[in-house]
């Protein structure tokens, strides 16, 4: 079991991070959730979806979200093995502040543009900036989801800045190679980059030459 950090910001994109979030625990990982004021603005838009203030409400309540979904088809289980467990944007107390337990890998998806910023310049004035920026100094993996267009030079300069401090910078571009019939299979293709980066099985997408 691999503790994944996971972080929902601002940005339009909030399906991959749900389908993020349902297929780690599907397949058996401990998933450590924060999310910022902004994400849970954008759930409600994107999702018709409520994050709840207090983390101790959104365990329980996005477990049986996820589990009320209808499982994709392709091979994915309905039956949650993982663990969640959602902490607050400013619980300096969570694992993912400090560098003596920083989980194995953190992902922001969907990673609004000031986030990534944040990161960049290594501000932590919240839980999510902080904890990409113990991922970066211990050398673990981060990888940023940003769903922006266009980039302008700002964009494309931190981007740059942490891709040469180590970090995964995937844009949830989606192929079409493989003839997706669905909004689902768009957001699906994303979602298996994104673990393939955290060395998760899954069979979301079918593989290049297979």
């Known amino acids: 079991m691999k503790t994944i950090v996971l972080a929902f910001t601002g940005a339009s994109g909030l399906p991959y991070g749900m389908r993020l979030l349902q297929c780690l625990l599907q397949s058996g990982q401990r998933v450590h959730l924060v999310y910022s004021q902004a994400a849970q603005i954008v759930a409600k838009q994107e999702l018709d979806f409520t994050l709840p203030n207090r983390p101790q409400d959104a365990e329980k309540i996005l477990l049986e979200h996820l589990n009320k979904l209808s499982p994709p088809h392709k091979g994915t289980m309905k039956k949650f093995s993982g663990e969640l467990r959602v902490f607050g ?17 953190m992902v922001i998806c969907p990673c609004t543009m000031g986030t990534l910023a944040a990161v960049a310049a290594g501000l932590s004035d919240d839980l999510i900036t902080r904890g990409a920026d113990v ?16 980039f302008s030079s700002v964009h494309l300069e931190n981007m740059l800045k942490l891709s040469h401090a180590g970090a995964v910078i995937l844009p949830p571009n989606p192929g079409f190679y493989y003839q997706p019939q669905s909004v689902q299979d768009l957001v699906d293709f994303v979602v298996a980059r994104i673990l393939d980066h955290l060395h998760v099985p899954h069979e979301l997408v079918k593989r290049w030459g297979a």
Not at 89 to 105: E, I, K, L, T
Not at 135 to 150: F, N, Q, T, Y
């Open 135 to 150: 991922m970066l100094k211990e050398k673990r993996p981060l990888i940023l989801v940003p769903r922006e267009s266009p």
């Open 89 to 105: 944007r400013d619980d300096w107390y969570a694992p993912m502040a400090s560098g003596s337990n920083p989980g194995d890998a």
